[in-house]
């Protein structure tokens, strides 16, 4: 239904810069919700931020909020992450996510479950 693609990841310097893009074809972009999460070797999947259809409604994890934004360019089918003052725990392969259902509640796009199609994901590496 959704084919996503994120990009944009690769190796920085820790208090380098990154910006992540997901690409997203097939379903009407605008039409759900967007999250990213993070996978670090021997970890869990991780919630980082999530972004309503509109882009009006916005949430980060308390270990990103200073640091990363999330956006949304509905008419590029485009989703972002802009990660700024980065550190060697932020290196993890980052996954963009759709979610149909377009849930809201910092709770509940937290959760992996919350989301219906994911990207094969993009490695970032920050080196200390």
């Known amino acids: 239904q959704v084919q996503l693609v994120e990009s944009g990841g690769g190796l920085v310097q820790a208090g380098g810069s990154l910006r992540l893009s997901c690409a997203a074809s097939g379903r009407t972009f605008s039409s759900y919700a967007?999250?990213?999460?993070?996978?670090?070797p021997g970890k869990e999947r991780e919630f980082v931020a999530a972004i309503s259809w509109s882009g009006g409604r916005k949430y980060l994890a308390d270990s990103v909020k200073v640091r990363f934004t999330i956006s949304r360019d509905n008419a590029k089918n485009t989703g972002y992450l802009q990660m700024n003052s980065l550190k060697p725990e932020d290196?993890?392969?980052y996954y963009c996510a759709a979610d149909f259902n377009s849930r809201s509640g910092p709770s509940m796009v937290a959760r992996t479950e919350a989301y219906d199609s994911w990207g094969q994901g993009t490695q970032v590496t920050v080196s200390s």
């Open 34 to 40: 967007m999250g990213w999460f993070r996978q670090a």
């Open 91 to 93: 290196t993890a392969v």
